[in-house]
């Protein structure tokens, strides 16, 4: 079964409208963490924002919030006031387990946001 | 500024010819690597976690002859794709982990082409 579902494979947004990037996952660890990534063209991860299992709030980064509804095991993102600079790939992932162990990320398959001028 | 570094970040190669990459974490010492690989318009895929002092672990159906983890010292790990094929060509990745569950650090990548 797939862990990480990422339903949108592309997106248009028009500029300085808000987007929801979909994004569930699956896992029966009570302990995980959630990311989001940008990767523009260049290939770079660029880390946007984190949600742990156990935060009660949803976490923001500036322009970026994660809409954390655990019961239904889905962390969606939502940019606020797209730019044009906000088109690239967009990848959710988890980390599964507990403390400062060293694990990898397991990614979904990604949406391609396109911002609309 | 860049907490992880690859090189090279582009490579032209061969059919037959081995390539080594580099990853070096400059902020902090790192125990533990990973090594992705991306195909185009793919997702990224975990190849192998690469561990300090011992040897890497492979994930399923990636081959450890082939590609072979070297992690020497708590900055560097280097990732050598052996005899490389043209079904090797593809995005290589790495990434760190930083001092808190919530940091996952990433290498710029390196595309690598095999003709």
């Known amino acids: 079964a797939q862990k990480i579902t990422q339903t949108q494979p592309g997106m248009f947004v028009q500029e300085k409208e808000a987007v929801t990037l979909d994004c569930t996952y699956d896992t029966s660890d009570p302990s995980y963490g959630l990311f989001w990534y940008k990767q523009p063209s260049s290939g770079e991860m660029i880390f946007l924002i984190y949600q742990g299992s156990y935060d009660q709030q949803n976490a923001t980064e500036g322009r970026y919030s994660l809409n954390f509804q655990k019961a239904r095991k889905s962390a969606n993102l939502v940019i606020s006031a797209s730019q044009l600079g906000d088109s690239a790939m967009y990848f959710c992932a988890m980390r599964e387990g507990r403390g400062t162990g060293r694990r990898a990320l397991t990614f979904g398959s990604g949406t391609r946001l396109q911002v609309q001028p | 500024g860049a907490v992880v570094s690859q090189h090279p970040s582009r490579v032209i190669c061969k059919s037959g010819t081995s390539v080594k990459i580099e990853c070096r974490s400059l902020?902090?010492?790192?125990?533990?690597m990973f090594w992705y690989r991306q195909f185009p318009k793919k997702s990224l895929m975990l190849m192998a976690t690469s561990n300090e002092g011992s040897k890497a672990t492979y994930e399923q159906g990636v081959e450890k002859d082939k590609f072979l983890i070297n992690h020497a010292s708590l900055t560097l790990s280097t990732l050598t794709v052996t005899s490389a094929h043209p079904e090797d060509s593809s995005f290589y990745i790495c990434?760190?982990?930083?001092?808190?569950?919530?940091?996952?650090?990433f290498g710029p990548g390196t595309r690598l082409l095999v003709l």
């Open positions: 990434s760190v982990q930083g001092g808190g569950v919530e940091t996952q650090y």
């Open positions: 902020d902090f010492q790192a125990t533990t």
